[in-house]
Nanobody, 116 residues
């Protein structure tokens, strides 16, 4: 089993930056990728960014060039550095661990609110 704890959300002005953290614990050696998703009010959860075990990254077109996903292995932590934030980035951001055989785990989410 894997536990994920997100932190770093809050209120930020448009154009500002915010860094989210996702700390993983448990059988982390079985994680194939850590992903960030977000869900805005009244909308479906959507993919934001991905970091594979091998270090490959992927981003949604809406955040490409503004968001950066990275990790710090010593702290079992994956970060989502968000820059040039827009009001439409307002959402609850979730950390997701993709495991073998289609298994996945989710964190509890952290709220990011971007004011205009």
């Amino acid at each position: 089993q894997v536990q994920l704890v997100e932190s770093g959300g809050g209120l930020v002005q448009a154009g500002g930056s915010q860094r989210l953290s996702c700390v993983a614990s448990g059988i982390i050696n079985s994680i194939n990728a850590i992903n960030w998703y977000r869900q805005a009010p009244g909308k479906q959860r959507e993919f934001v960014a991905s970091l594979s075990r091998g270090g490959s990254t992927d981003y949604a077109d809406t955040v490409k060039g503004r968001f950066t996903i990275s990790r710090e292995n010593a702290k079992n932590t994956v970060y989502l550095q968000m820059s040039s934030l827009k009001p439409e980035d307002t959402a609850v951001y979730y950390c997701n661990a993709a495991m073998e055989f289609g298994l996945e785990y989710w964190g509890q989410g952290t709220q990011v609110t971007v004011s205009s």
